[in-house]
């Protein structure tokens, strides 16, 4: 049985009773290991329905995946004797058929939203926050396309002390190397929006001050 739906039901079992769930995730097993595969859905989905009655759906929600990636020992190996030290598997074909359908329905909800106006909006104030970084000292380049704002660097950040600015403003940014960039979820609104921005610029003014 798919690892991820394994871990989605346990987890929402912690608030209930779990033996109902276990049944259920043994019965899913046995299907999965016959290779039923309608049947071992079947059988999730009973899972989730049990699960759901006796946890919130925070509960439900940290645990789903796209994909599993799987490789000989050789290939996999070698891949994470590198840096990171971990098999990086982001842009391959992933087919979670539940999480495909949630991916659906969140692209339904989107194409009934107004998201161009919203994505105007947010590149109007990515240029009025960002563009003046680019006068400064350290900044190579400051770049702003639809709902993407990034500030490069003339050098990699420093992860742990950026980092913890950020945090210390109540955000969350992830560099990567020279660049620090956003991509804000279009249903930010205008007040976190500014946050963010502020939290960004404020964060990354401090970082080239101290200049180590």
Known sequence: ???HR?????GAARGIGAGIVEAILEAARMAWQSRRAEETLAWVERGLVAARSGANEETLVEFL???ATLATDRIA???SA???GVFMHGPTFMANPLACAVANASIDL???SPWQERITTMAEVFTRHLMPCSQWDGVADVRVKGGIGVLELNRPVNMATITKRFVDRGVWIRPFGKLVYVMPPYIISGNELERLL???TEAVAEELAKGD
């Open 198 to 200: 502020t939290a960004m």
């Open 77 to 79: 190996e070698t891949i």
């Open 110 to 112: 989107l194409l009934d």
């Open 6 to 10: 394994v871990a989605l039901i346990t």
């Open 65 to 67: 995946s796209l994909a």
């Open 1 to 3: 049985m798919p690892g």
């Open 82 to 84: 590198g840096q990171p």
